[in-house]
């Protein structure tokens, strides 16, 4: 029995992705990247965050864990020029390791990135519960509500291979129904393949996924979808609890806590099927409304 044109698809972006973030290493602490042959105009940022990790990562005994990272982006980036990836080892101590990475393309710094590692140690353990929603087999797909709606799938939804089954509406959807704007995005999602089983791998993965939604619960919130929206990611950060693997699905609990000034900010918890909260996300963009003629961002009945 052969795979489907559909199967050979997702796993050869999967690949692609995959190779991408293996970083070929220049000098001691100096990496340069790529970005796939298929993808949109400027450099996905969660595929810079993720590849700023793996530089990280790579200076880092395998023995601690990247905890938290906090990153800005600066400027563009160019998918056409490799982006090389300068790591500063800043401390090296007893429990913590850190670092800091900067992203350099035409020589200018278009990202940085400071991430903490840990050495793993026991202590308090408790958590916020994970929201009560759907289980994503219940749920269509974003590639198929898009294909529902348009006829066809965008060429960044299309080819990225990371499955995502949003729990309550669209952005496209609240745009055309006032009804539906929301504070709150929960989304399924997961690597659509099998990811090798090291833990620095997995965290990259959702570091890249982690910037695919959050800026869209803005929009929700005021019912406008991408058209008549300049957007980009300002800041990202992220903290990382336990362990957990990027090719199950994991529930990404986003929220849309204010907007102002051209910027929006939002949140997100991601958790296990089985209810372990695995990191927390915080990213600010930018969001400039080119056309807002007839619109009013008020929410139903406030």
Not at 85 to 110: C, L, M, N
Not at 144 to 159: D, I, S, T
Not at 172 to 187: G, I, K, S, Y
């Amino acid at each position: 029995m052969t795979e489907s044109a559909g199967e050979q698809t997702r796993g050869q972006s999967l690949d692609g992705l995959l190779a991408v973030l293996d970083l070929e290493r220049i000098e001691v602490n100096i990496f340069r990247g790529s970005s796939p042959a298929e993808g949109p105009q400027r450099v996905f940022g969660g595929l810079v965050a993720g590849q700023a990790l793996v530089a990280a990562g790579r200076t880092v005994p395998e023995e601690r864990h990247v905890h938290s990272l906090h990153a800005y982006f600066i400027r563009p980036g160019d998918p056409a020029v490799p982006i090389v990836y300068e790591v500063d080892r800043v401390r090296d101590g007893r429990s913590f390791t850190t670092r800091r990475v900067v992203a350099i393309q035409h020589g200018k710094p278009i990202f940085t990135l400071s991430a903490s590692f840990h050495k793993e140690e026991p202590g308090l353990d408790h958590q916020i519960p994970m929201p009560d929603v759907p289980p994503p087999e219940d749920l269509p797909s974003t590639r198929e509500r898009l294909q529902a709606a348009f006829g066809k799938v965008p060429g960044f939804v299309r080819w990225h291979p990371i499955e995502l089954r949003p729990v309550g509406p669209l952005s496209f959807e609240a745009e055309r129904d006032p009804q539906l704007r929301t504070a709150t995005n929960p989304v399924w999602l997961k690597v659509d393949g099998k990811l090798p089983d090291d833990r620095l791998t997995q965290v990259c993965l959702m570091t890249y996924a982690s910037d695919m939604t959050l800026l869209d619960t803005v929009l929700l919130r005021h019912g406008r979808s991408f058209a008549g929206i300049s957007m980009a990611s300002l800041d990202h950060a992220m903290w990382f609890h336990r362990p957990f693997r990027a090719d199950e699905w994991l529930l990404y609990a986003q929220e849309a806590p204010t907007a102002q000034g051209a910027r929006g900010l939002a949140r997100g918890l991601v958790y296990t099927r089985d209810g372990q909260l695995v990191c927390s996300v915080v990213q600010e963009g930018l969001i400039r409304v080119v056309d807002a003629e007839g619109w009013s961002d008020a929410l139903p009945d406030s």
